[in-house]
Structure formats: C-alpha cells, structure tokens
T-cell receptor, first 111, second 115 residues
C-alpha cells in the first residue's frame, strides 16, 4: 500500500508560536485529509485537500500533489491545539476506498 | 446535523463475551468502514462496505464480523473477544468509495477494553 510519512513526530511550542507539519506520500492520491485527534481520542476532520490550498481560521493547508506532499500550518498556536495531527490519503489506484494514515505529529502547546 | 454515531463510547468487558459496536450515519453515504487504532501501529482498516449487503475485509479482519443490512448502519461484531482486541475503534463513512472529492467522516471512537 501507499506509504505516508509525517514530520516531525513531536513538536513542543509556546502559545502564540507558528508551526508547519509535513506529510509525504509515496504515490498518487485522490483523497488527502488532515485530522486532529484531541485528548479524548476524537478524530476531528480539519481539511479535505487532495490538491491546492485551503484556510480555516488559524489553520491552513497546502497539498502539492505532483510532488507528493502536504503541509499543515498552525498560526498563533493555543493550548487547545495540543494533540496528535494525522495525515491520511487514499491511493488513486485503490478500489477499496481505504485511507492510509501516517503515524502522526504529537503537538504540545504550553501556556 | 451530519454525523457518524458510534455506541458505546467506552466498554470494559471480559474475554469471550460477545459484543456489538454500533455505527450509524445520517448522510445517506454508500461507503462505510471500521478502523482500529493501536499505539505504534496507527490506524488500520478492519472491514469496509461499499453499499448495502456488500462488505469485504480490510487489513486486520481476524476476530471481527460486520453486516450491512441497511444503508445507515454498519455494526462491528466481536463474537468471542480477546485481550488483543483491546483498542480504540473508529467508524467512518463517505458518499461513495469510487468518486473523487469524497472526504471520509469519522465517528467519535469507541474504547474497548477486553479483560
């Protein structure tokens, strides 16, 4: 299956700082999503972004499908941004609709 | 409100006692699937369904059963649970597996502990 690599694995920030999370994938995709898993375990859908750029408040994401990577930007981070951020992709060649998840970036934001 | 609803959210039970985790979506989605999340292994697909009465195995189907008798429901059945099925489970759905531009929507998760 398609390989999904996220970096960095861990990130510690002070409140107010900006950050960039990266997701590399090994093959063409027709679906890419960014999720935030909060401390209660819920997976919150942040972006559906197989290509292009989207913004939602302090968060934005860019996917360059031809170069097989996506970036998630968090500006003016808050303590509530803490948690694990996952990138998940659907292989363009897949007929199963399966999402392949990266291992995630553990973000900790200190006050 | 469009959502995927899983029940229960938390369950502690014993080895061998059959259990069912329910999943329901109100978006008229064709595609539904189950994932499990384990430390160090990430999220892995257990089973999926492309439509009513159409189901198939994902990456880790052993010890699980599913059914899709109605479009909105996709229960996960553990006939004889064992401790290695202790995990965080997610149900997901999307409009269609075959179309582009179809994000998957996830339920809030079910934490199962099998003693």
């Amino acid at each position: 299956g398609i390989q999904v690599e996220q970096s960095p694995p861990d990130l510690i920030l002070q409140e107010g700082a900006n950050s960039t999370l990266r997701c590399n994938f090994s093959d063409s995709v027709n679906n890419l999503q960014w999720f935030h898993q909060n401390p209660w375990g819920q997976l919150i859908n942040l972006f559906y972004i197989p290509s292009g750029t989207k913004q939602n408040g302090r968060l934005s994401a860019t996917t360059v499908a031809t170069e097989r990577y996506s970036l998630l930007y968090i500006s003016s981070s808050q303590t509530t941004d803490s948690g694990v951020y996952f990138c998940a992709v659907q292989d363009r060649g897949s007929t199963l609709g399966r999402l392949y998840f990266g291992r995630g970036t553990q973000l900790t934001v200190w006050p | 409100e469009a959502q995927v609803t899983q029940n229960p959210r938390y369950l502690i039970t014993v080895t061998g006692k059959k259990l069912t985790v329910t999943c329901s979506q109100n978006m008229n989605h064709e595609y539904m699937s189950w994932y499990r999340q384990d430390p160090g292994l990430g999220l892995r697909q257990i089973y999926y369904s492309m439509n009513v009465e159409v189901t198939d195995k994902g990456d880790v189907p052993e010890g699980y059963k599913v059914s899709r008798k109605e479009k909105r429901n996709f229960p996960l059945i553990l006939e004889s649970p064992s401790p290695n099925q202790t995990s965080l489970y997610f149900c997901a759905s999307s409009f269609s597996w075959s179309l582009n531009n179809q994000p998957q929507h996830f339920g809030d998760g079910t934490r199962l502990s099998i003693l």
